[in-house]
């Protein structure tokens, strides 16, 4: 029970964040709304890219990462 009570206002305040920004980006011309969408797209492949590439670095050994 304990796990859960603590998960829930978390989960409660994601809800919360994710209304607040999606009624701000309802408010964006579409313009700037292709470029908001284009721009979280990139930042999601970048970030996807980024863990493959050091899952093959670490995999190999072969790279010395610092974070």
Do not use: G
């Not at 980006?25 to 863990?51: A, C, G, W």
């Amino acid at each position: 029970m304990a796990i859960r009570e603590t998960a829930m206002p978390s989960l409660r305040d994601a809800t919360r964040t994710a209304s607040f920004a999606n009624a701000k980006l309802q408010q964006l011309s579409e313009p700037l709304l292709q470029e908001v969408t284009d721009f979280i797209d990139f930042v999601i492949h970048k970030n996807s890219y980024r863990k493959q590439y050091l899952r093959e670095a670490r995999r190999s050994h072969s790279v010395f990462i610092t974070t």
